[in-house]
């Protein structure tokens, strides 16, 4: 499907929905597609904290995102502590969009 068949049937469905809340923390497509992105950029807004809070320090959130670094290297790193942040309202919703959006 391209980007076209796509826009026209979002709009389609979009349409009839009586309220569309746009409010999101997303990248706007544009700067998106300039961008090198996996799996860890779920993690740059909410989520991030529960993270935190189940002991990854800070700075590695950024590290995470480090498209540069192999992915088993900050997969070794985030596991432990995704284990204990999965089960929150924003670990959950994370599993969701990877669910949903990226059939994951």
């Known amino acids: 499907m391209n980007s076209d068949d796509l826009y026209r049937r ?5 349409d009839r929905i009586a309220l ?17 992105v996996d799996l ?3 993690y740059a807004h909410y989520a991030s904290s529960d993270l935190v809070s ?9 590290w995470l995102r480090r498209t540069d670094v192999p992915l088993d290297e900050r997969w ?4 432990p502590h995704w284990r204990a ?12 969009a990877a669910r949903e959006l990226y059939d994951v």
């Open 10 to 14: 979002l709009r389609s469905e979009i």
């Open 20 to 36: 569309v809340d746009t409010h999101e923390h997303l990248l706007d497509e544009r700067t998106r597609l300039q961008q090198s």
């Open 40 to 42: 860890f950029h779920l």
């Open 54 to 62: 189940a002991g990854l320090p800070a700075d590695r959130m950024v």
């Open 76 to 79: 070794a790193v985030f596991a």
């Open 85 to 96: 942040a999965r089960t929150t309202a924003y670990g959950r919703a994370v599993l969701l």
